[in-house]
């Protein structure tokens, strides 16, 4: 199963861009689908996740508020919808996913599916 994020781009502050994930196999259902980023220089660090079954979702305190999570069953895919951009949320945003049973939403190393990545550039 491959996964691929789209919707990166160029904004100025203080707008908005909706990042898409889209997983090659219409029959892939993980439990798990977060959101990481990784910015130039600095370690990736989570962003969001939301739980398949509950609809359950979490974010990092640098982003609530202006990040949501949701997902398209029919379309197998999750988006980012990023509001109130700061050049802060520069970065390579990845999707991911994990099948793997009581995986934390953060921990990265838990999620077995990784996409690409989109890139998202805020300018200030």
């Known amino acids: 199963v491959q996964l691929q994020a789209s919707g990166g781009g160029l904004v100025q502050a203080g707008g908005s861009l909706r990042l898409s994930c889209a997983a090659s196999?219409?029959?892939?259902?993980?439990?798990?689908l977060g959101w990481f980023r990784q910015a130039p220089g600095k370690e990736r660090e989570f962003v969001g996740a939301?739980?398949?079954?509950?609809?359950?979702?979490y974010y990092a305190d640098s982003v609530k508020g202006r990040f949501t999570i949701s997902r398209d069953n029919a379309k197998n895919s999750v988006y980012l919808q990023m509001n109130s951009l700061k050049f802060e949320d520069t970065g390579l945003y990845h999707c991911?996913?994990?099948?793997?049973?009581?995986?934390?939403?953060?921990?990265?190393?838990?999620?077995?599916?990784w996409g690409q990545g989109t890139l998202v550039t805020v300018s200030s």
């Open positions: 939301l739980y398949r079954s509950t609809s359950i979702t």
């Open positions: 991911a996913a994990s099948t793997q049973v009581g995986t934390r939403p953060a921990s990265a190393e838990k999620y077995n599916y």
């Open positions: 196999r219409r029959t892939f259902s993980p439990e798990l």
